[in-house]
C-alpha cells in the first residue's frame, strides 16, 4: 500500500465502519484487539509494511522485527512513532542532527518507557528540525518532510514528521514534543490533532533538551480520544525530572457532545491582522458551531501576548545555548579533530555538527545572556512571560477556555520561508503565548481552506486537561472533519 | 543591531568556527530579529517580578539513596575516543 493510499484511508469515507488495521484510530485498535477482530501482529504487519513505504521522509529509522505484545496491556500493542528527540536505548536517536549522527542512547526516556510498558510498542523514530528548532522540518539534518496534504508543502515543525506520519496512516498515533507549538502547528498543518500538555506533567527525562522551562512532551493523533488515551498513558511524576508534576486528575476518555454554559474568549490579540482570510472563515466558522452547541463566545483581552514572540526569543535560545553546550565531540556523537588542541576540536565539531537554525540560536542566545546584556534581554523577557501568564489567570477568571486559530496560515509552501528567519518565527506567534504560561492547548482540525487543513487551537488555565478535552471532543463531533475531507477527495 | 566584531566575539563565547559567509550572515541576521525582539524594551516592567517557573513548586525532595548509575563501559560506549576508563582529549595546551 503507498503512502498515499493509506493517506486516503485516514480521511477517506468509511461507510462500514473500519476494516484494515490502517482505518482505525488507535482506540479502535484497542477496542478491536480486546474483541478479538484483530490481533497486535496484524496491526504490527500492516504498520511494518506501511513504514516500509514511507515516502515523505517522515521516518528516520524504523523497527525491522515485531516486538510481540501483550493483547491485554491497557494500549493492546498499537505502535507508537516517537520523534527523534526522545533518548530510546540502543536505537538511533539523533534529534535529526548531524551532531549526534549514529548516536546509541544507554537508556530510554521515561514517556517513551511508560508508552511501552503500557503495551504500545515503538514502530519507528519521526523525522523533526534539527533539535526541535524550526516551524517546517526544513531545518532536519536528513532532509524535509512532505505533507500528505500536498507534497510541496512543509508539514509544519518541529514535530513535522510525527504530525505527516500520523495524518498519512504510516502510524495509529505519534508523540512530538512541543517548545513554542511545535506539536500544535504540524497537527494544525496536517490536518489532525495534537496537544501540548500543562508544563510539567510529562516527564522531560531522556527528552534531549531545547528550552528546558518550555519543552513538553504530547501526543498526535487522528481524534481527540485518541490524544486523551495518550496522555493518560504519558503522565506521572518522575523522580528522574524534578519539574515533574504528574497530574492532579486521572486523564478521562472525552463524552461531551454538547458546550452547554460553557465561555469561550476570543483574545483579539491573536486573531486580528495577520490571520490569513481561509484560516479565518474556518475560525468563524467554529464559533458559530460553539453558539450552536450552547457555548457563549466572548472577546477577552490577553494585552501582553503581541510581545511574545519577543520574550520567547530571548528565552528560548538562551536555555538552548546552554543546553547545547554539552554537544562539543567529547562524550558522544561526533568529532572533528580541530588543530590538535581541545579549544579547536571544540569548535571544529560544533561548526561542523549544527546547522544554519541551530547556530543562529546558539548565536542569539549566547547575547542574550552575555556580560552587559543580560538584564536588557534575558531579565526584561522573564519579566514580560510573567505578564503573559497573569493575562490568561485574568481571563480565566472570566472564560473557561481561550479559542484560536492554531496557525495564522495554513501549510506553506516548502522554500517559502527558509531565507527570511525572522519570517519562520512569526509561524508561531498563536501558539507561543500558552507555552510561556505554561498552559494545556490543543489543536484540533477545523476545516479546509482552499483544500488545505486549518487548526482550532483550544486553551485552558494549568491542569484542566480533561476540560480542554472534552471542548475539543464536542467540537470534533460537529465539525465532522473526516466528512469534509472526503467529501473533498 | 549587532555588528561584526560582537558576531565573532559571540561565537568565540559559543565555541562556535563561523565561515566569513556565515558571519556575514548573522550579523544581518541577528540585527533583524534583535530589532524585533527590542519591542519588549517599549514595556514598564519595573514592578514585576521574572518568571522563575511557570508552575509553582515547592521544593522537591526524595530520599538520599544510593542507587545504581550507569556502568561505566556503558557511559564510555559512545565516546569518540576513550581510554577505557575515561574520555579521551587533546591536552588543553597543546
Known amino acids: 500500500m503507498s503512502t498515499a493510499d493509506s493517506f486516503a484511508a485516514v480521511f477517506g469515507s468509511r461507510p462500514n465502519g473500519p476494516t484494515r488495521p490502517v482505518e482505525h484510530t488507535a482506540a479502535e485498535l484497542v477496542a478491536a484487539v480486546r474483541a478479538g477482530t484483530l490481533s497486535p501482529a496484524e496491526i504490527w504487519a500492516e504498520y511494518a509494511a506501511l513504514a516500509a513505504d ?12 515485531d516486538p510481540g505484545a501483550d493483547p491485554a496491556a491497557p494500549l493492546a500493542g498499537v505502535p507508537v512513532a516517537v520523534k527523534d528527540l526522545f533518548c530510546t536505548e540502543g536505537v538511533p536517536s539523533a534529534a535529526a542532527s548531524r551532531i549526534l549522527e549514529g548516536y546509541l542512547p544507554p537508556y530510554t526516556a521515561t514517556v517513551v518507557q511508560r508508552l511501552l ?24 539534518a536528513f532532509g524535509p518532510v512532505a505533507n500528505p496534504w500536498d507534497r510541496t508543502r512543509v508539514p509544519g515543525g518541529s514535530s513535522g514528521g510525527s504530525a505527516a506520519a500520523v495524518a498519512a496512516g504510516l502510524a495509529p498515533w505519534a508523540i512530538g514534543t512541543d517548545t513554542g507549538g511545535s506539536i500544535r502547528q504540524p497537527a494544525a498543518l496536517c490536518g489532525i490533532v495534537g496537544l501540548k500538555p500543562t508544563y510539567g506533567t510529562v516527564s522531560r527525562y531522556g527528552m534531549i533538551a531545547f528550552a528546558s522551562s518550555l519543552d513538553q512532551a504530547g501526543p498526535l493523533t487522528r481524534d481527540v480520544t485518541d490524544a486523551a488515551l495518550a496522555l493518560r498513558h504519558m503522565v506521572g511524576r518522575d523522580v528522574c525530572d524534578s519539574t515533574s508534576t504528574g497530574h492532579p486528575e486521572e486523564i478521562a476518555l472525552p463524552t461531551a457532545e454538547r458546550l452547554d454554559g460553557l465561555r469561550f474568549g476570543v483574545p483579539p490579540e491573536l486573531t486580528g491582522d495577520g490571520v490569513e482570510p481561509g484560516v479565518r472563515a ?3 466558522a467554529t464559533l458559530a ?8 463566545v466572548t472577546e477577552v483581552s490577553l494585552p501582553h501576548s503581541g510581545h511574545a514572540i519577543s520574550a520567547y526569543y530571548v528565552l528560548a535560545p538562551a536555555e538552548a545555548s546552554a543546553n547545547l553546550a554539552r554537544f562539543d565531540g567529547v562524550r558522544y556523537g561526533r568529532r572533528a579533530d580541530g588543530d590538535g588542541d581541545l579549544l579547536s576540536l571544540y569548535e571544529q565539531t560544533r561548526e561542523e555538527g549544527f546547522g544554519p537554525e541551530v547556530k543562529r540560536r546558539i548565536m542569539l542566545g549566547t547575547y542574550a545572556l552575555s556580560s552587559g546584556y543580560y538584564d536588557a534581554y534575558y531579565g526584561r523577557a522573564q519579566r514580560v512571560r510573567t505578564k503573559i501568564a497573569e493575562d490568561f489567570k ?16 495554513v501549510a506553506f509552501a516548502l522554500g517559502e520561508r527558509t531565507a527570511d528567519p525572522l519570517a519562520m518565527y512569526l509561524s508561531d506567534v498563536l501558539t507561543v503565548p500558552m507555552s510561556l504560561a505554561g498552559i494545556p492547548a490543543i489543536s484540533i482540525p477545523g476545516g479546509l481552506a482552499g483544500g488545505l487543513p486549518v487548526g482550532i487551537q483550544l486553551a485552558g488555565p494549568a491542569f484542566a486537561e480533561n476540560r480542554v478535552l472534552d471542548v475539543a471532543h464536542a467540537l470534533e463531533q460537529a465539525i465532522d472533519f473526516r466528512a469534509e475531507a472526503a467529501a473533498h477527495g | 543591531m549587532i555588528d561584526r566584531d560582537q558576531v565573532l566575539h559571540v561565537a568565540r563565547l559559543a565555541r562556535l ?29 519595573d514592578d514585576v517580578a521574572p518568571t522563575s517557573h511557570v508552575v509553582a513548586l515547592e521544593n522537591v525532595l526524595r530520599a538520599d539513596e544510593p542507587r545504581p548509575s550507569l556502568p561505566r563501559d556503558v557511559a564510555l560506549s559512545q565516546a569518540p575516543d576513550s581510554d577505557g576508563v575515561g574520555f579521551r582529549v587533546p591536552s588543553p595546551g597543546a
Not at chain 1, 118 to 140: C, H, I
Open chain 1, 54 to 65: 514511507d515516502d515523505l521522509n517522515a521516518y528516520l529509522w524504523r523497527a525491522e522485527t
Open chain 1, 117 to 140: 510498558d503500557a503495551g504500545a510498542p515503538m514502530l519507528a523514530k519521526t523525522n523533526m528540525d534539527e533539535f526541535a528548532m524550526g516551524s517546517s522540518n526544513e531545518n532536519s
Open chain 1, 282 to 284: 474556518v475560525f468563524e
Open chain 1, 289 to 296: 458551531r460553539i453558539e450552536e452547541l450552547g457555548g457563549t
Open chain 1, 394 to 409: 485574568a481571563a480565566f477568571e472570566q472564560v473557561d477556555a481561550i479559542v484560536t486559530p492554531t496557525s495564522p496560515t
Open chain 2, 17 to 45: 568556527r563561523l565561515t566569513d559567509a556565515e558571519v556575514e550572515a548573522m550579523t544581518g541576521e541577528l540585527s533583524t530579529i534583535l530589532d524585533h525582539i527590542e519591542k519588549i524594551g517599549e514595556l514598564d516592567l
